[in-house]
């Protein structure tokens, strides 16, 4: 399962972390991106002329994601879809269980039978960030539902690769990420909190990753962390300020004390993939050739 005749499929391939994986792994290999609606709205978009869109492909009506694996037949399905901390959705039972916790089991499932591999993606959410430095192997004690329902769906299996991670990047849609909503507030002040400390990666270097990870270790299966040196979400907000030269006040702030942070010591030592610095991650970000205003 090695080299460019791989074929990749993306579910959720218009979310933040969907439509920068489109973007990359385009490049390399043929890609087909799954969505729920709206195809001709991303037609603009360079990166997704060069992939097949494939629209009415929804994570709660199972048997349109089943049967498009089976009918594309790929060797590594991406799994984008789930519903984030920020939405409403995420404070529904139902809803959490369904997709955060179930899916990616029926997605290993379909991709045993197929031949292929899932790639899945989970949070450090899964822990309560009362410590920090968290390895794969200390046990997720996050004590809200969409921890839980996150640490549920970590899929395990010969066939699959569940990367424990966080993002930040742009969207192409209503935007609910950190950056989108700190890029909003130009002109303003914001918090920026001294003691909420994040490893986690830019949306464009996890594309990067994923890129390493499929053409030089394409069997690796398992859970593990992927992270890069810890940052306060302060000194994060600072830097992007920095790049995007915006005009926001950033108050410092240390009622918030949380350590999410990941060791990604044991996932650098399998694969020699090295997480890039946050000064490096923030510039690639800002460099990106995307129009996120069209």
Known sequence: MVGINNKIMVLGANGMLGHKLIQVL????E????????????????????VKLIEGITADRFNTVSEVIQRENPDFVINCIGIVKQLPEAQ?????????ALFPHQLASICESTGGKLIHY???????????????????DANDLYGRTKFLGEANYQNSLTLRTSIIGRELNEGHSLVEWFISQNG????????????????????????????????????????????????????????YGLDITIESDESLVIDRSLDGSCFRNR????????EDMISEMYLDEVNYNI
């Open 271 to 278: 694969t020699g993939i090295i997480v890039p610095n946050w």
């Open 26 to 29: 385009s490049r390399d290999f």
């Open 188 to 243: 303003g002040s914001v918090k920026g909190f001294k003691k909420a400390i994040f490893s986690g990666l830019t949306t464009l270097e996890h594309g990067n990753i994923l890129c390493k990870i499929i053409n030089e270790s394409p069997d690796l299966t398992g859970v593990w962390n992927l992270a890069s040196e810890p940052i306060s979400k302060f000194d994060l907000l600072d830097s992007i300020k920095k790049y």
């Open 122 to 140: 989970s949070t450090d959410c899964v822990f309560s960030g009362n410590k920090g430095g968290y390895k794969e192997n200390d046990f997720p």
């Open 92 to 100: 529904d039972a139902i809803q959490s269980i369904s997709i955060n």
């Open 31 to 50: 890609v087909v991106g799954t969505i729920r609606k709206g195809s001709d709205k991303y037609s603009e978009y360079p990166f997704f002329k060069d």
